[in-house]
């Protein structure tokens, strides 16, 4: 049997202050044997206009960093909603695209409307995004479920804002149509936050989401292998070295997620 922290101290963990390395939640994956780890996906939306989101951000970052889950390799998403823009603070990390796809979740889970911060777990089951003790029993369930193998190069152009990735999918086994995505996300902000519920707070980000697209689709019952070549371009505001590229495998109907993988943006 996989030995895994009991509930208490993972909440303990997770909740220490992060004063003495106020970046804690944006270390670099860290955890030895990743080989041996099962990718679950946990994507987080927030606000930064929203006052009980910087404990959820911070719930992730060192889900992210610490990796405290026996057998799971955890791959974060942080989508920031737009719906906060109000009270005078707009989030710069906000998109309708994201709030568009947490409605989605929305509309599938049955929820009464889109709130923050909601985590999300591989599709499979949703939760307030400060609850710790969800966090991890959502995280063990996911392991249980078969995983697709995602393989993913990435190498830098000759261009300094873009990245090629090769991406590989197999070991599919689907019943429904399925989507391939691919995210870059960066790490290492953080928000001195003006105005809004969080006026003269600095809000520390983990995996914020730059860039979401499909590349690509599964048809049902087709095992065989996905393959893609893309051209990621980046932004000149972002830097670089703290950017990863995430590729997963989402079915259309269920949202339950079949695979993720994650890389550096740039080798």
């Not at 889109?114 to 369930?141: C, K, W």
Request: aromatic letters at 6%; proline letters at 5%; charged letters at 20%.
């Amino acid at each position: 049997m996989k030995k895994t922290l009991p509930l208490l101290a993972f909440a303990t963990l997770l909740f220490t202050t992060s004063a003495a390395n106020p970046h804690l939640a944006a270390t670099p994956q860290s955890a030895p044997a990743q080989a041996e780890r099962t990718p679950v996906l946990v994507e987080l939306f927030t606000s930064e206009g929203c006052s009980t989101c910087p404990p959820a951000d911070i719930l992730l970052g060192k889900l992210a960093s610490l990796q405290p889950i026996a057998g799971a390799e955890i791959i974060a998403l942080e989508e920031h909603v737009d719906y906060w823009n109000h009270d005078g603070w707009v989030d710069s990390y906000s998109s309708s695209d994201w709030t568009l796809r947490q409605q989605e979740y929305a509309a599938h889970f049955k929820t009464k409307s889109p709130y923050t911060p909601q985590m999300i777990v591989d599709g499979l089951s949703q939760f307030i995004g400060t609850n710790a003790r969800e966090a991890q029993t959502s995280i063990q369930e996911a392991l249980q479920h078969p995983k697709a193998q995602i393989t993913i190069h990435a190498e830098s152009t000759t261009k300094s804002d873009a990245a090629r990735i090769e991406v590989r999918v197999g070991n599919l086994s689907i019943q429904e149509p399925a989507d391939v995505w691919v995210a870059v996300t960066e790490s290492n902000l953080e928000t001195a936050v003006k105005a809004g519920e969080n006026a003269g707070k600095n809000v520390q980000h983990a995996a914020v989401v730059r860039s979401l697209h499909k590349i690509g689709a599964v048809q049902a019952k087709d095992s065989s292998p996905f393959v893609a070549t893309q051209q990621i371009k980046f932004k000149s505001n972002w830097k670089t070295e703290n950017l990863r590229i995430v590729v997963f495998v989402q079915e259309r109907k269920s949202l339950r997620v079949l695979g993720v993988a994650s890389a550096r943006a740039v080798s």
